[in-house]
């Protein structure tokens, strides 16, 4: 016997996206599939990008949690590494699990969260195997071969993208979900001061507090304290903490960023943190390391600098300033995608 057809809403045929689409599914909610590669029983993985930071973490999680809503019971989030102390204060604090830990995606499918770049994808991803994508960075050049749903949008975090997809998607964000996805949104624009946040961003902010039940800008300097605390990590664990691979013009680079609430508590790590940018420089084969030492407090950054000549120069072009004990300092200099990333591209522009 037939099993019972159910209609879906408009929003939920273009949400399923991809090769999920499909226009009815039986009243237990498991979809019918487009007799494609997919196994019914093959989970897909929600991941953000290698170095996790918080709003990659949870954007996994809560879109995890959203697809579920929606019917894909396959959908787990994943971590593409090492949560960072923010990261588990956070997900402590809203007693919400660890996810688990993925890096090697061989034969796995996934939706990428916070990322669009295979350089920050975990390891031995097919480009194939990308259900979906979310994200809020610049279009960084993965190809598929077939059309799969992709929502990306300049906003300051993808926490705040996911929680408008819960709100058109007519599903409920529980204390839990809306604490996470604000405290993306809070740690990806810096508490609002960073030039990516936008006025989206700070309308979610003051919706998901409600829900969340706590107050945002004091919750958010919790968030910065567990996020900016030093003084147990080893100069590597601060290089690779939150750290971003780029091709500039065939200059290869890495740029990191680690966010203090003074510059002071960095200062008796900086030789050994230089010292890591040269052994990672030669390990991976880069022609140039950065590292932006930011004060969240100054809304400045220094700007540590490991490379080549020709890579020293283009640096020095896109910062309009010499280098002097291997960095230069910038005022008003919170944000990598917007204020280092694209002067370092221009730079380096054949
Ligand atoms: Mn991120
Ligand atoms: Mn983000």
Redesign the pocket.
């Known amino acids: 016997m037939m099993p019972e057809l159910i209609k879906l809403s408009r929003s939920e045929i273009a949400f399923s996206g991809g090769r999920r689409a499909t226009l009815v599914s039986f009243k237990s909610k498991s979809y019918i599939n487009n007799a494609e590669v997919l196994h019914l029983t093959d989970k897909i993985y929600v991941v953000?990008?290698k170095s996790?930071?918080?709003?990659?973490v949870t954007s996994a999680i809560t879109y995890a949690n959203l697809k579920n809503a929606l019917g894909m019971k396959e959908a787990v989030p994943a971590a593409a590494g090492e949560l960072n102390g923010e990261t588990k204060f956070l997900l402590d604090y809203f007693k919400v699990p660890y996810p688990e830990k993925l890096t090697d995606a061989t034969d796995k499918q996934v939706i990428l969260v916070?990322?669009n770049e295979m350089a920050q994808a975990v390891d031995n991803l097919n480009p194939e195997n990308i259900v979906e994508i979310v994200d809020h960075?610049k279009i960084g050049g993965i190809a598929t071969g077939k059309p799969i749903f992709f929502l990306n949008e300049p906003v300051g975090?993808?926490g705040g993208i996911i929680a408008n997809l819960y709100e058109k998607n007519g599903i409920a964000i529980s204390r839990e979900m809306a604490g996470l996805m604000m405290s993306a949104i809070l740690s990806?624009t810096v508490l609002f001061k960073s030039p990516t946040c936008t006025p989206r961003d700070k309308a979610s902010v003051e919706k998901l507090a409600k829900i969340a039940a706590v107050d945002p800008m004091s919750f958010g300097m919790e968030l910065l304290k567990a996020k900016s605390n030093m003084s147990a990590k080893s100069a590597k664990e601060i290089l690779l903490g939150?750290f971003k691979k780029f091709d500039f013009s065939g200059t290869k680079a890495g740029v990191g960023q680690v966010e203090v609430m003074d510059l002071a508590d960095l200062a008796p790590k900086r030789a050994a943190i230089l010292d890591e940018m040269n052994k990672m420089k030669e390990a991976e084969k880069l022609d140039m390391v950065v590292l932006m030492l930011t004060d969240v407090m100054k809304e400045a950054s220094d700007l540590l600098f490991v490379g080549n000549d020709a890579a020293a120069a283009g640096f020095e072009k896109a910062f309009g300033g010499k280098l002097a004990n291997s960095s230069i300092y910038k005022e008003k200099c919170l944000s990598r995608k917007k204020q280092v990333v694209p002067p370092l591209e221009g730079a380096f522009k054949k």
């Open positions: 953000g990008h996790p930071d918080t709003d990659s916070d990322h960075h975090a993808t990806d939150d």
